[in-house]
């Protein structure tokens, strides 16, 4: 039979004994334990090992400090932990509430124990914690070995207890796509370690492409990111025409790419370098989605403060299609719509107005009648 299924039916059988069939197993607490409880309360005692025989709770062993709290830990804990057996620790701390001193419950449980015991010994911590007054227990820590117990143990206890709670796989994504917006300085071909994760530095193939598009002697450049060498290289540098451009944008993979736009505006003959990321949206790894996002601004960063290319606009889209010529007119040449001017009526002269007399012209008389 599989050992978690005994383990299961061992445990139903055990709860019914408790608590069907054996009502007068109930744990009591003799009077020389209460006494001990109270004596260790007040600080008179370093550690308490705390036993069940006979259903009854009882002190196995008992200690008074000798050093600080730290110092005393391990070689006073560590040789009381049987393999076989649990059992529970109380250990002193220094410090103190309004209560008194400060307690770790330990409810030590190892794997090579009995099952009987280890649910015995379950169903009677919280009467052993009610019985000590809780209120003097800090930490109550569990352990099946004794790494798990030990002062460097408990340390990594407490470490896990003030860190916060984890965040969801989408509460980390975009945490870590807002980290990666902030602006940071990075090598043209140094992988640079940032607050942010690692900005990849570019290859020089990608390098000499930019210098050439800032020079006009190319009007296209498309990089990407090499994952597994963790740099960013060429893609593509095909002469590109304005209607080509969406035909540029992969449906299934991010990219940056630099477009040297043509175009006239008021009369006047323009060519201006925009950038364009794109990302397809979830089509694309979550690795990947991150990576770019965490690369984008250390890379404009080179592009116009190392290599000096100035460009005119930033643009991120999803699909190629968004690429028209009235789009990207309007993203370079954001429309200013101008508003009239509304001019007051004048107001009228100054000082008191008589009142107003309807007064009738010479031909609106009446004629008087016969």
């Known amino acids: 039979m599989d050992d978690s299924v005994t383990f299961i039916l061992l445990s139903l ?21 209460k ?36 110092k005393d830990y391990d070689s006073f804990i560590l040789p009381l932990l049987e393999d076989k057996q649990p059992c529970y620790i109380l250990y002193r701390l220094d410090s103190q509430n309004a209560q008194g001193y400060e307690w770790i419950f330990i409810a030590w449980s190892p794997d090579h124990s009995h099952v009987r015991q280890k649910m ?26 004794k790494d798990d117990v030990s002062l460097n143990g408990y340390k990594k206890y407490l470490i896990s207890q003030s860190s916060p709670a984890p965040l969801t796989t989408a509460e980390e994504e975009l945490r870590q796509i807002k980290i990666n917006e902030v602006q940071v300085e990075v090598g043209v071909d140094t992988k640079h370690q940032t607050l942010q994760g690692v900005a990849f530095p570019l290859t020089k193939e990608a390098i000499q492409a930019l210098e050439k598009l800032k020079n006009k002697q190319l009007n296209y450049v498309q990089l990407e990111i090499d994952i597994q060498n963790e740099t960013i290289v060429l893609a593509n540098t095909l002469h590109t025409e304005l209607k080509d451009l969406p035909n540029r944008i992969p ?15 008021e009369g006047d003959y323009l060519e201006s370098i925009v950038f364009i990321y794109s990302m397809p949206g979830y089509t694309c790894s979550i690795r990947e989605r991150m990576l770019y996002s965490s690369c984008k601004n250390p890379l404009l960063e080179i592009v116009e403060r190392q290599l000096w290319m100035q460009i005119i606009r930033k643009i991120e889209i999803d699909n ?10 309007e993203e370079v040449h954001p429309k200013h719509h101008a508003h009239k001017q509304n001019f ?26 016969d």
């Open 120 to 145: 015995l010994y379950a169903a009677t911590r919280a009467t052993l914690k009610k019985e000590f007054g809780g209120g003097h227990i800090k930490d109550e820590v569990f352990g099946t070995t």
């Open 320 to 329: 190629g299609d968004e690429l028209t010529p009235d789009f990207l007119y």
């Open 251 to 265: 449906k299934d993979s991010a990219r940056y790419h630099f477009f040297l736009y043509k175009h006239s505006h």
């Open 13 to 33: 059988r055990y709860i019914s004994w408790v608590y069907l069939g054996n009502q007068h197993a109930q744990f009591c607490t003799s009077g020389d334990v």
């Open 35 to 70: 006494d001990t409880f109270a004596r260790a309360r007040y600080g008179q005692y370093r550690i308490l090992k705390i036993a069940i025989e006979n259903e009854q709770l009882v002190v196995g062993s008992s200690r008074q400090p000798a050093e600080s709290w730290e």
């Open 344 to 369: 007051a009526k004048p107001k009228g002269p100054a000082g008191k107005r008589g009142i107003r007399r309807l007064i009738r012209g010479p031909a609106e008389t009446e004629t008087p009648t």
